[in-house]
């Protein structure tokens, strides 16, 4: 079960860490954040990309799109979405439940800057009822992950155009 690989992972990185299971879903950053009990913002949603035949993994605020012009820029190239079934493939993880790490083989993770707005945010721990409970400076060492900003605001949002 991929709840059961990330939590060995977790282990071996950060015993600390452990994953939140509920009796609800969680698939969708408006779902986990009402489970949670947080504001969608501070679900830190994970979506797979391929760059130039690469996949990659975003982790962004559940409250923001990704920009793919700032994508492109900092992956080297043209980034494209993954249809959920090629996800699930790369990742082992089911839409929903896409985990940054704990991965199949090694990828490129970039966790958007846009999570620092938040002291913990709560990423998907493997499966579409799951989330973990994690700080940003712990999502970059236990992913590997680079911070960047690749926050596309939405144009109502006051925050500016990303």
């Known amino acids: ?32 954040a009402r489970a949670v009990g947080v504001e969608v913002g501070a679900i830190a949603k994970t979506i797979c ?41 790369l990742t082992g993880y089911p839409v929903g439940g896409v985990c940054p790490f704990a991965l199949p083989r090694p990828m490129r993770v970039f966790i958007d800057a846009s999570l620092r707005r ?16 994690i700080n940003v400076d712990q999502l970059v060492a236990t992913t590997g992950g680079e911070v960047v900003d690749l926050t596309e605001y939405p144009p109502d949002s006051g925050q500016g155009a990303g």
């Open 1 to 32: 079960m991929a709840i059961n690989r990330v939590r060995a992972y977790l282990q071996e990185i950060d015993p600390s860490l452990e994953p939140l299971v509920f009796p609800v879903s969680t698939a969708s950053a408006e779902l986990a």
């Open 49 to 89: 990309f391929m760059v130039k035949d690469e996949p990659v993994l975003v982790v962004t605020s559940g409250d923001v799109r990704v920009n793919t012009k700032k994508l492109k820029a900092v992956a080297g190239g043209k980034a494209k979405f993954v249809d959920p079934e090629k996800a699930c493939e």
């Open 118 to 133: 938040f002291p913990v945010v709560y990423a998907a721990a493997g499966t579409p009822n799951s989330a973990l409970p």
